[in-house]
């Protein structure tokens, strides 16, 4: 099992619509959690950490399940600009990568008018 | 405020050459962290430099290695480039410990031919 996977997509979703994906980690470990945007071509870039009790900023919150080893990411009334790339990155302590940071390998969003 | 710079943002070598990749950190970060992103793929994790030693490191060979200056800036040295270096090339920035999400450069998008 990788350590942190996503379903690719894309996912095609009509503008103002809701739009949900979730993202799995193998490492029960794990500390914490962050959804990166990327835009083709582009750098990654900090969307929002994801905290235990779940979080939300605007239109977009994250939910984080321990138990199930799982964490999600929301959106409400969707924008064109929201077309993007959505990584998911997995902190682990003592673990591999820069303090133990994995990334998924992407969701990518489609915004349709 | 300045954020991650790197440069150059674009690069073409031929297979067998040398390549130099250059970043400053975010005012205020002291931890460079270097990404190799291939198409479609998440970021995988080169290595990281803090107080000017390289402190973790990925499942790269030693044909790359790296380098932090006394002001945190960092560069990066890819020896005898192989057609499957071709990649975008990220530099993320952060402080050292806690839970201090990364700030990504804008990338150097390298091709080998």
């Known amino acids: 099992r990788k350590e942190v996977e996503q379903d690719p997509g894309p996912f095609n979703v009509p503008e103002g619509a809701t739009v949900a994906f979730n993202c799995t980690y193998s490492?029960?470990?794990?500390?914490?959690f962050f959804w990166y945007r990327q835009d083709c071509r582009k750098e990654p870039k900090l969307l929002m950490s994801?905290?235990?009790s779940g979080n939300e900023d605007g239109r977009f919150t994250a939910q984080l399940n321990r138990a199930s080893q799982y964490i999600s990411l929301l959106i409400r009334d969707s924008k064109l600009s929201d077309s993007a790339t959505y990584l998911c990155?997995?902190?682990?302590?003592?673990?591999?990568?820069?303090?133990?940071?994995?990334f998924g390998k992407g969701t990518h969003l489609i915004i349709q008018p | 405020d300045a954020g991650v710079t790197q440069s150059p943002t674009h690069l073409i070598k031929t297979r067998g050459q040398q390549v130099t990749l250059r970043c400053s950190p975010k005012?205020?970060?002291?931890?460079v962290s270097w990404y190799q992103q291939a198409l479609g793929q998440g970021p995988q994790f080169i290595f990281q430099?803090?107080?000017?030693?390289?402190?973790q490191r990925g499942n790269f060979p030693d044909r790359f290695s790296g380098h932090q200056f006394p002001n945190y800036s960092s560069e990066l040295n890819v020896n005898a480039l192989l057609l499957g270096d071709s990649a975008l090339y990220l530099c993320?920035?952060?402080?050292?410990?806690?839970?201090?999400?990364?700030?990504f450069g804008n990338g150097t998008r390298l091709t080998v031919t």
């Open positions: 994801v905290y235990s």
């Open positions: 993320a920035s952060s402080f050292a410990g806690g839970d201090s999400p990364l700030h």
């Open positions: 430099y803090y107080e000017e030693e390289e402190r």
């Open positions: 990155v997995v902190r682990n302590k003592g673990g591999g990568g820069a303090d133990g940071l994995t």
């Open positions: 490492n029960s470990a794990s500390q914490s």
């Open positions: 005012s205020g970060h002291d931890t």
